[in-house]
């Protein structure tokens, strides 16, 4: 086997990202700038990861419109988390906002003005002021294509700072020194198929969600979890993966985004009597509630019969807000609804319904981005791991996420797992670990057994099972006979999952081995996901059981870890802030 150590091709680096969306690149800034030989990998060109559709904005309580505080900021993010998100890293999170907003301003981002020259804010989802009272505007914009202009901003700061940029390179596992500490990864060169080993002084898992194992999803084809696959195989827990954010607003029939934001200039739903029938349900923040509430609500209004059209979605209206202001503020939405509904906004409602956004849970880790693991009950830092942006659990988003605070989640966290390793760094300056074969072993052999295979399942035909079983087994309302049969089912496809077979063996860009590779990883979330939902007896956040309509904080105000092994272990959520009072739980109502 001393074969294999010889025959990869080897690379050195302080620091190895995995992931150039927001998260990524907000962190390999920071390390770049700070003198560290930093390797940024990416499934594909930087700026087209998933940040760049990102529409709405990124919350920030700078207060240029209205009044504004970071206590309101943090009473509203762990209220939308349902008491789930951990208060450490929820003030950590809403303090770090302005700055982590204005130093963006600084690199050059073209946030919206306001005649006074001061960033444009918009109203979004579950941000209020006075502790719950009425909305507030705290969404910092770019029209409605926010992550757009974040992304290509960060990209160019990392250019200027030299980072080296790994595009349409696929990281496939982590690897390991026999104490568990992280020593890099293996990764494949997509466009050549050649393996590299990447060892790194500290590894950064930045991969984003993984919302494709649902059949309707916003999200990008690439977000498919390998983050989390890398992790699941190495070992380290899965943090609340029961809670998945379905958005409101995605195009019926079509699955894109339709942002939050148009709500926050003052659109509104109507059920087909032409009623806006979010006033019933939230007498005091209306269309403006948290996400999971909404989309609750819209479902409800479908299964009772009081759908539009065919009866299977709502409606979005938005023309009382004028030509001019959706063409200035919403443009994209306009384009989106003219190319997917065949409707224009300007003068007719756009068809809505609740559809699969955004994951909650991911790797867990702290707000220094540590991935942090769980041995016999007790908490274990990861060596030489991080995890940050939509793939980590840290957890600020808990049960349920307000609008716009992943793109906060993102410049913060991102920011501040760069700024610990660099001070980390002068301990482990020394020369890299021996790095044992273990590992780069057990990842080759994952690849030449998939390559070998001369028969089997093909790939997209598992993946749409196990989308579909996702989809009307893991919804916006759960039950337990379905979640039950959802298990079983996701059970019954990981044999198939590890039987896939594809014809074309080339290795030059050979997409067919990549989608396989992908696949792996998208059963572990598939996974996690059913055996958590099972478990949790209460309704929390996303997580909405029949059986168990009500919140139970005395037997479940904890967070879920699930291990590769099918194996469950809880944590306690960390009710005390940094500085702040803890914010005790109470009845979540808007
Ligand atoms: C349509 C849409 C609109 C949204 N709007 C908003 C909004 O207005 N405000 C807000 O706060 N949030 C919004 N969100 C959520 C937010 O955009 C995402 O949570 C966030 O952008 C994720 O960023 P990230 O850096 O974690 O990952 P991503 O931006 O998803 O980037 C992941 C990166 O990892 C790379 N990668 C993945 N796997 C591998 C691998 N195996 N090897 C190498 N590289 C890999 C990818 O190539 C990519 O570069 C929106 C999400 C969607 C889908």
Redesign the pocket.
Known sequence: MAAVKKSLPRRQFDVVV?????????CSLQLAQAGLSVA?????F?T????????????ASLGNMSEDHWQWHMYDTVKGSDWLGDQDAIEFMVREAPNAVYELEHFGMPFDRNPDGTIYQRP?GGHTSHFGEKPVQR?C?AA?R??HAM?HTLYQRNVAARTQF?VE????DLLRNNAGDVLG?T?MEMETGEIFVLEAKHTVL????A?RIFAA????F??????L??AARAGIPLQDMEFWQF?PTGVAGAG??I???VRGEGGYLLNKDGERFMERYAPQLKDLAPRDFVSRSMDQEIKEGRGCGDGSYVQLKLDHLGAETIMKRLPSIREIAIKFANIDPIKDPIPVVPTL??QMGGIPANYHGQVVTQVNGVEKIVNGLYA?????ATSVHGAN?L????????IVF?RSAGNFIVSQHPEREHAHQELPDTDIEASLDRVNRLESRTSGEKTHDVINRMRDTMQSHCGVFRKMDILQEGERMVADLVPQFDNIYYADKSKVFNTARIEA??AA?MIEVARATVKSAVNRLESRGAHALDEYPERDDENWLKHTLWFADNRLEYKPVRMQPLTAESIPPKPRTF
């Open positions: 995995v992931g150039a969306g927001g998260a990524g690149l907000r940024v990998l990416s499934k594909v930087p087209r990861s998933h940040t760049v559709a990102a529409q709405g904005g990124v919350s979004f969404a914009a409605d926010t992550g992304l790994f390179w696929m990281a496939l990864v990764a930045a991969t984003g969600g919302g999803t916003t999200n990008a690439i977000n498919t979890g390998d983050g696959g890398m958005h894109v985004l942002t939050e934001g956004h955004y940050i942006g939509e793939c980590a996420r609008g716009t605070n992943s793109l906060l989640d993102l991102g590779l992908e990883n």
